[in-house]
Every structure is written in C-alpha cells, then in structure tokens.
C-alpha cells in the first residue's frame, strides 16, 4: 500500500546506495562494523542475552540489548542453546513457513526491450508479467506441490530506465525475479525438465523464462550481451536467511502476518529472551527496503 502510493525505495546508482548511507550513518555515530565475521552464537546469561561470540572465537558483550536482524528460525533454530522453558515459543518459530522460492535471472543488454505492449513500458522500473489471477493461481499451486511451474510469475525490473548511471553509456541491465517456485523440486508442470535438483535445472527453467519473455517482448535474446542465474537453492547458499530460496523471511499469508509476525504475541520485536530483541523482514512489517521495523524497534529501545 505504501509502495502504490509513495512510490519504491530505489536508490540511484544502485542498491547498495541504501546500505552504504546506513552503514555511513552508524560508523558516524560511533559503531563499527565487521564484515565477514559471522556469528556461531547468541550468549546469554540470567539475565537474558549478554552478547554474541562470533565464528573466530571472538565475544562480543552486550550493554542493552542484541539486535538479530536475521530469520527468526536461523536465531532459535541454531545462534541459541536449547531452553525447555521455552519450547512453545521454540515450537511455534519451527513452524513458521516459508513464503515460495524465487530465481533470479540478470542480463546485461544492448539496449531496452522492445515491448509488444507499447513503448510506454520502456519507462517503468517495474514490469509485472502476469496475465490473469487464474494463472497466477496456477503457477502458486504448482509450486506448492513442488513443481517447476509451467508459466511463472515474473517481475521484470528495468533499472536502467529512470537510472542510466546503472550500465555502461548505452547499454542496459534488466533483473527478472521469477516467482513463484518451490524450494525443492518434485518434477515439472510441463514434463519437458528431468532434473530434480536445481543445480540442474536453474539454466533449462531460465530458458523457458526467456521464451516467455520474448512473446512480450520480441527480440530480447538477440539484446542480450550477459547473463547470470540464480536459483532458490542458490539464493540461500548466498543469505542463509532465504530459506528454500525465500526471499520474504517467511510466508506473509495473513496467519504470519500483521501481529502474527513472526509468530502470535510476540509482534514487538521483543522474544521470549531478555535483551534479545528481533527486526528485519521476518517481523512486522515484513519484506522490503524501508528498514521499519529497525526504526521502530530503535525508537522504542530509546525510550
């Protein structure tokens, strides 16, 4: 509702333009930041969470509070010992589903494409192709019984459209996020894809991608000077939060959403943990790039 009538997030030159402006804002104000330092686990004591000890051994203390900005089953499923105490709570988070996996296919191209539709469509950021709701009915029920579905849901991002600086000088990029797919793979709506895992069918199901694309818009495969494919299986190897190669956190049907984010009474950022504190897509108010819930759970840890 806020992207209709706002408009997106979309930071100009890419974007990290968005990370590179928080992460100055913080180092301004004092913090640091470690890259590449992965946390093994969340430490607590009696009284509650004291802090993080990271994959090298390193501990870091805690003053007021720990902030996981990570999928709330990454956090009590392996950073956090096992507590019986809070085995509802535990429970409750293990059953938390994820939303559809989603590929990713990115191409560098010789110039925009050339849109059946009209050339209108070259100035928008976003192009939803979806042609109805029956069939997007269809592809979502073909992905949750594990198939390759036979005509996805694809949202086609034309950066370069309203942001040139993105490429070279005449040329272009265009991202497609496929979607909706299963995490695993249990065969294909259209028989014609063997492969079960999805190291091995990521580049034939990016073909048939581009086939559909290239009714929309004829002549895209000859544009195309690059690409790169990344699968559901991929997508989480690269963010372990994306679990099953979902990149929402957490399925956003309307019994984990809203004050059921991530799970019933625990929509306030707080845990069942003292000191232990959630933000980020699996919260309220989910996916996206307007960093909400870490501002509201700032706001609220201030005062």
């Known amino acids: 509702m806020a992207d209709q009538s706002f408009g997106l997030v979309i930071g100009v030159g890419g974007a990290d333009v968005i990370i590179r402006a928080m992460a100055s804002l913080i180092k301004a104000k004092g913090g640091e930041i470690r890259l590449k330092s992965s946390v093994a686990?969340?430490?607590?004591?009696?009284?509650?969470?004291?802090?993080?000890?990271?994959?090298?051994?390193?501990?870091?203390?805690?003053?007021?509070?720990?902030?996981?900005?990570?999928?709330?089953?990454?956090?009590?499923?392996?950073?956090?010992?096992?507590?019986?105490?809070?085995k509802?709570?535990?429970d409750k988070v293990a059953r938390i589903r994820p939303g559809p996996g989603t590929m990713m296919i990115h191409l560098a191209l010789e110039s925009p494409p050339d849109w059946l539709a009209g050339n209108e469509l070259?100035?928008?950021?976003?192009?939803?192709?979806?042609?109805?709701?029956?069939?997007?009915?269809?592809?979502?029920?073909?992905?949750?019984?594990?198939?390759?579905?036979?005509?996805p849901l694809l949202v086609v991002g034309q950066p370069t459209a309203i942001d040139p600086t993105r490429a070279p000088p005449d040329k272009h990029v265009l991202w497609v996020q496929v979607r909706v797919l299963p995490a695993?793979?249990?065969?294909?709506?259209?028989?014609?894809?063997?492969?079960?895992?999805?190291?091995?069918?990521?580049?034939?199901?990016?073909?048939?991608?581009?086939?559909?694309?290239?009714?929309?818009?004829?002549?895209l495969r000859a544009k195309i000077l690059g690409r790169s494919v990344w699968s559901p299986l991929d997508l989480e190897r690269e963010n372990p939060c994306l679990i099953g190669g979902d990149n929402l956190?957490?399925?956003?049907?309307?019994?984990?959403?809203?004050?059921?984010?991530?799970?019933?009474?625990?929509?306030?950022?707080?845990?069942?943990?003292?000191?232990?504190?959630?933000?980020?897509?699996?919260?309220?108010?989910?996916?996206?790039?307007?960093?909400?819930?870490?501002y509201m759970l700032a706001r609220m840890l201030a005062r």
Not at 127 to 145: C, K, Q, T, W, Y
Not at 190 to 203: F, M, N, Q, Y
Not at 254 to 273: E, H, K, M
Request: aromatic residues 10%.
């Open 41 to 86: 686990r969340i430490e607590s004591d009696a009284n509650g969470a004291a802090g993080v000890q990271l994959g090298d051994g390193t501990r870091i203390t805690a003053k007021k509070a720990v902030i996981a900005n990570v999928n709330p089953q990454i956090v009590f499923g392996r950073l956090l010992d096992r507590d019986p105490k809070r």
């Open 88 to 90: 509802a709570f535990d």
């Open 122 to 151: 070259k100035r928008f950021a976003y192009v939803h192709v979806a042609p109805d709701l029956a069939m997007m009915s269809r592809a979502f029920a073909e992905a949750a019984a594990g198939l390759l579905p036979a005509e």
């Open 184 to 219: 695993r793979i249990a065969g294909d709506a259209l028989g014609r894809i063997p492969a079960t895992s999805w190291d091995e069918a990521k580049e034939p199901y990016a073909e048939r991608v581009l086939d559909i694309l290239e009714t929309y818009a004829r002549g």
């Open 249 to 294: 956190t957490g399925s956003h049907h309307l019994d984990q959403n809203f004050f059921f984010r991530p799970v019933a009474g625990y929509s306030r950022y707080a845990t069942p943990v003292p000191r232990l504190y959630l933000c980020g897509a699996g919260t309220w108010p989910g996916a996206g790039t307007g960093a909400a819930s870490g």
